[in-house]
């Protein structure tokens, strides 16, 4: 009896390993200390702004390894962390607003390694390190949406409850409320005492009724707009497709975002800091655009432009706010324009047809509203935000509209795509201005991750050492494969979108690579057995592979279903330890049986033996 491999199948197994460890290889060139420059909306990236970045950085003495336009970006390369935080402060400064310069870590892969795809494995924070931001929340902008929003609930409830006002105001921190008589003002106090208890009422005059609201409710609406924000940026992250990241509180009004591995750092601060959303209002036909732009703009009135600069009289009152919003994608219309589909909850639905119903033929506007720092600062020492609002498109009524209706009217289909993911995530409570951006280290720190990578090293030369003296020439297939095992596992692991490793992750790693040789001994030892039993050395072979398969499969099965399970339920680093570990059954079982068995029948197979080297 003689052992074969068809040629066919040999090649096949020969691609696999080579196939993977092509796609694996990005990881030996390691990255760049970069500095990333992206465009806020449309203003141009071209050759004439990497003149002007060479320009920046030669008048400020800084070398750069390179300087390349790059899918619509300009990425710039440095020798070291140092170097990178220089030309990251003198491009931000030195660029006008309309630009982002984001610090980076840019991968040094080949373009002809690029050209196929192929990209280092992403690392988690603890291995990598990432890109750090702390992000302060504006609180008085929180607190004036508050007030704002008090206003239209008292406005709502006393019309509902039938009490007369003259007038509700925001007045600074507090709501005035004026009446007509002395009598209703006290019936609205008594009314909303009852049903709004969270604010203090006092009474300023005989008709006017103040109300303020309580510590309690102060120190609420500033733990909301915290937890909120936390909530949506976390969406925001979710949308960029950043596996385990860290998102968390830091002090009263300040949040902290790790992002480990991210590429596209400028992209990733746009959409961070970005405070977009939107409001659905009537266009106000009632009043005279000509009146309102010589000064006398009606009281229920407001002029915004539109893209093109052109005002346009809305009316004051919003219909709708992108709080309603559950589900945003960008696409285009009919004419090829892009456009964004928009879905609403329930109550939004419910808004969006009461305020349809009665204005069919009528033209609605959909104002974009965005806050950007600016580069004043308050008394306490915080960034200053100012608040922009743009007309985005006005589209005539055709019909009652309920919970899905589509925006036109955007500039590209790139701000449609920035734009739906806005609102598809939520629009932030309170606007966030980021104050300190830096590169972090490993988490771990690197004298513990150089350890640990150490003991790896030396455990897996151990076992190499083991196999080779214990099993002789069967001993050196068994590390091929182990090597190859290792490969496997990295080039399926950079393959995968959004697959991080972690230490976590090493481990499982780690124990794969046990098992590995776990099937292998199971493998040669039912040879050795065949052997003393008196058969042949290609009957052993055979039977050795033939009785070890249906083992080593009822115990690779189960440990998959082990981490199966482990993937469904957990979180962070144990769903970062199952991937792992079922990248590496799977590896280990084809390079343990498939690869193995090829080299040996390759090597031993179709020769008359009277010994083997096991």
Same mark, same amino acid.
């Given at each position: 009896?003689?052992?074969?491999? %068809?040629?066919?199948?040999?090649?096949?197994?020969?691609?696999?390993?080579?196939?993977?460890?092509?796609?694996?290889?990005?990881?030996?060139?390691?990255? !760049?200390?970069?500095?990333?420059?992206?465009?806020?909306?449309?203003?141009?990236?071209?050759?004439?702004?990497?003149?002007?970045?060479?320009?920046?950085?030669?008048?400020?003495?800084?070398?750069?390894?390179?300087?390349?336009?790059?899918?619509?970006?300009?990425?710039?390369?440095?020798?070291?962390?140092?170097?990178?935080?220089?030309?990251?402060?003198?491009?931000?400064?030195?660029?006008?607003?309309?630009?982002?310069?984001?610090?980076?870590?840019?991968?040094?892969?080949?373009?002809?390694?690029?050209?196929?795809?192929?990209? %280092?494995?992403?690392?988690?924070?603890?291995?990598?390190?990432?890109?750090?931001?702390?992000?302060?929340?504006?609180?008085?902008?929180?607190?004036?949406?508050?007030?704002? !929003?008090?206003?239209?609930?008292?406005?709502?409830?006393?019309?509902?409850?039938?009490?007369?006002?003259?007038?509700?105001?925001?007045?600074?921190?507090?709501?005035?409320?004026?009446?007509?008589?002395?009598?209703?003002?006290?019936?609205?106090?008594?009314?909303?005492?009852?049903?709004?208890?969270?604010?203090?009422?006092?009474?300023?005059?005989?008709?006017?009724?103040?109300?303020?609201?309580?510590?309690?409710?102060?120190?609420?609406?500033?733990?909301?707009?915290?937890?909120?924000?936390?909530?949506?940026?976390?969406?925001?992250?979710?949308?960029?497709?950043?596996?385990?990241?860290?998102?968390?509180?830091?002090?009263?009004?300040?949040?902290?975002?790790?992002?480990?591995?991210?590429?596209?750092?400028?992209?990733?601060?746009?959409?961070?800091?970005?405070?977009?959303?939107?409001?659905?209002?009537?266009?106000?036909? !009632?009043?005279?655009?000509?009146?309102?732009?010589?000064?006398?703009?009606?009281?229920?009135?407001?002029?915004?432009?539109?893209?093109?600069?052109?005002?346009?009289?809305?009316?004051?009152?919003?219909?709708?706010?992108?709080?309603?919003?559950?589900?945003?994608?960008?696409?285009?219309?009919?004419?090829?324009?892009?456009?964004?589909?928009?879905?609403?909850?329930?109550?939004?639905?419910?808004?969006?047809?009461?305020?349809?119903?009665?204005?069919?033929?009528?033209?609605?506007?959909?104002?974009?509203?965005?806050?950007? %720092?600016?580069?004043?600062?308050?008394?306490?020492?915080?960034?200053?935000?100012?608040?922009?609002?743009?007309?985005?498109?006005?589209?005539?009524?055709?019909?009652?509209?309920?919970?899905?209706?589509?925006?036109?009217?955007?500039?590209?289909?790139?701000?449609?795509?920035?734009?739906?993911?806005?609102?598809?995530?939520?629009?932030?409570?309170?606007?966030?201005?980021?104050?300190?951006?830096?590169?972090?280290?490993?988490?771990?720190?690197?004298?513990?991750?150089?350890?640990?990578?150490?003991?790896?090293?030396?455990?897996?030369?151990?076992?190499?050492?083991?196999?080779?003296?214990?099993?002789?020439?069967?001993?050196?297939?068994?590390?091929?494969?182990?090597?190859?095992?290792?490969?496997?596992?990295?080039?399926?692991?950079?393959?995968?979108?959004?697959?991080?490793?972690?230490?976590?992750?090493?481990?499982?790693?780690?124990?794969?690579?046990?098992?590995?040789?776990?099937?292998?001994?199971?493998?040669?030892?039912?040879?050795?057995?065949?052997?003393?039993?008196?058969?042949?050395?290609?009957?052993?072979?055979?039977?050795?592979?033939?009785?070890?398969?249906?083992?080593?499969?009822?115990?690779?099965?189960?440990?998959?279903?082990?981490?199966?399970?482990?993937?469904?339920?957990?979180?962070?680093?144990?769903?970062?330890?199952?991937?792992?570990?079922?990248?590496?059954?799977?590896?280990?079982?084809?390079?343990?049986?498939?690869?193995?068995?090829?080299?040996?029948?390759?090597?031993?197979?179709?020769?008359?033996?009277?010994?083997?080297?096991?």
């Amino acid at each position: 009896m003689l052992n074969h491999t %068809p040629m066919w199948k040999a090649i096949l197994v020969f691609l696999v390993v080579a196939f993977f460890a092509l796609y694996a290889s990005p990881n030996l060139y390691g990255e !760049d200390p970069a500095v990333q420059i992206s465009a806020e909306r449309t203003a141009p990236i071209d050759a004439a702004l990497l003149d002007r970045v060479q320009e920046i950085l030669k008048e400020r003495n800084i070398v750069a390894k390179s300087v390349a336009l790059e899918d619509q970006k300009i990425l710039v390369r440095l020798a070291d962390n140092d170097t990178q935080l220089k030309a990251q402060e003198a491009l931000d400064i030195a660029l006008s607003d309309d630009y982002i310069a984001a610090i980076n870590l840019a991968p040094a892969t080949p373009d002809w390694l690029k050209s196929l795809g192929a990209s %280092p494995m992403k690392l988690g924070l603890d291995l990598r390190g990432g890109v750090y931001f702390l992000m302060e929340v504006d609180m008085d902008t929180a607190l004036n949406s508050k007030l704002e !929003d008090t206003v239209s609930d008292f406005r709502t409830a006393l019309r509902e409850e039938k009490i007369r006002y003259r007038r509700v105001v925001k007045e600074g921190n507090v709501v005035e409320i004026q009446f007509r008589d002395e009598e209703t003002k006290d019936q609205a106090k008594f009314f909303l005492r009852n049903n709004r208890g969270d604010w203090q009422y006092v009474d300023k005059d005989d008709l006017t009724l103040v109300a303020q609201m309580s510590e309690q409710t102060l120190a609420e609406t500033k733990d909301y707009a915290i937890k909120q924000n936390i909530t949506i940026m976390r969406n925001r992250v979710n949308q960029l497709g950043v596996a385990e990241p860290v998102i968390q509180r830091q002090g009263p009004d300040r949040i902290v975002v790790q992002l480990p591995g991210i590429q596209d750092t400028a992209r990733a601060k746009q959409i961070l800091n970005a405070t977009a959303t939107i409001e659905l209002r009537m266009v106000d036909q !009632d009043n005279d655009l000509s009146s309102a732009l010589s000064g006398r703009v009606p009281a229920g009135s407001q002029l915004i432009e539109d893209e093109n600069g052109t005002p346009v009289l809305l009316k004051k009152r919003v219909m709708l706010t992108g709080n309603h919003i559950v589900d945003a994608n960008s696409g285009v219309d009919e004419y090829g324009r892009p456009q964004v589909s928009i879905g609403l909850d329930s109550e939004g639905g419910s808004k969006m047809t009461r305020g349809t119903r009665d204005n069919v033929g009528k033209p609605m506007a959909t104002v974009f509203i965005e806050y950007e %720092p600016t580069r004043e600062r308050t008394k306490e020492g915080k960034l200053k935000f100012e608040k922009k609002e743009r007309v985005i498109s006005v589209a005539t009524i055709q019909a009652v509209l309920g919970s899905s209706f589509r925006i036109t009217g955007l500039d590209s289909p790139g701000e449609a795509r920035n734009l739906a993911l806005l609102l598809r995530a939520g629009a932030l409570i309170a606007p966030i201005q980021i104050v300190e951006e830096r590169t972090v280290g490993p988490s771990l720190g690197q004298q513990n991750i150089s350890q640990g990578t150490d003991a790896i090293v030396l455990g897996f030369v151990l076992v190499l050492a083991f196999m080779l003296i214990y099993y002789k020439g069967f001993g050196v297939v068994a590390n091929v494969a182990l090597a190859a095992n290792l490969v496997l596992i990295i080039g399926v692991m950079s393959l995968i979108p959004g697959a991080t490793l972690t230490l976590p992750g090493m481990a499982g790693i780690v124990l794969t690579v046990g098992m590995a040789v776990d099937a292998n001994v199971l493998i040669f030892e039912r040879i050795r057995e065949e052997l003393r039993d008196g058969r042949s050395p290609q009957q052993s072979i055979h039977h050795g592979y033939d009785s070890a398969f249906s083992t080593i499969l009822d115990a690779n099965i189960t440990t998959l279903i082990a981490a199966l399970i482990l993937f469904a339920v957990g979180t962070g680093p144990i769903k970062g330890f199952s991937v792992t570990l079922m990248v590496g059954i799977i590896t280990s079982m084809f390079t343990a049986i498939i690869l193995t068995r090829a080299i040996v029948n390759s090597v031993w197979g179709g020769k008359r033996l009277t010994k083997l080297s096991i």
